[in-house]
């Protein structure tokens, strides 16, 4: 298994706090993107990825949890009803294969909270990306 330590948690160098993802109602969406650097090179792999994720203000919303190289493209997508306000975060799992490396970009996974007409605050932490191997 491979390991991208540079995603391990998205707040790590500032004590760990939590990255809020807020969207008002006149606002459609919030999002925030990290770039996967080395994960080019494990391609063409299975993937598999996890963020923690809670709901802190409001109600409803999207949370999407999305990799893409521009070539391909894996997402999942969670109602924001689904998440508590309390603490420990729930795990959103990602994965799937990635068959054609893109050169002229490298993965980046993006987190989003979206909806139309709402009030809502998603907080994410803890992300983590990995390389697995089919059994």
């Not at 008002?24 to 080395?38: F, P």
């Not at 080019?40 to 598999?48: D, E, Q, S, V």
């Not at 997402?75 to 729930?90: I, Q, R």
């Not at 490396?101 to 996974?109: H, K, V």
Request: proline share 5%; hydrophobic share 45%; aromatic share 10%.
């Amino acid at each position: 298994m491979l390991w991208m330590e540079a995603c391990r948690s998205l707040m790590k160098s500032r004590n760990n706090w939590e990255l809020a993802l807020s969207v008002h109602e006149s606002q459609l969406a919030a999002n925030i993107g990290v770039w996967a650097e080395t994960a080019n090179t494990w391609m063409p792999g299975y993937f598999t990825a996890e963020i923690g994720a809670r709901r802190s203000l409001g109600a409803g919303g999207t949370l999407a949890f999305v990799m893409t190289n521009g070539q391909e493209t894996l997402a999942v997508f969670e109602d924001g009803y689904n998440l508590n306000e309390e603490t420990p975060s729930k795990t959103i799992w990602l994965g799937g294969r990635m068959f054609v490396p893109n050169p002229a970009m490298n993965p980046i996974l993006v987190f989003q909270n979206a909806g139309p007409g709402i009030f809502s605050s998603i907080k994410v932490d803890n992300l983590r990306l990995w390389q697995t191997t089919p059994r």
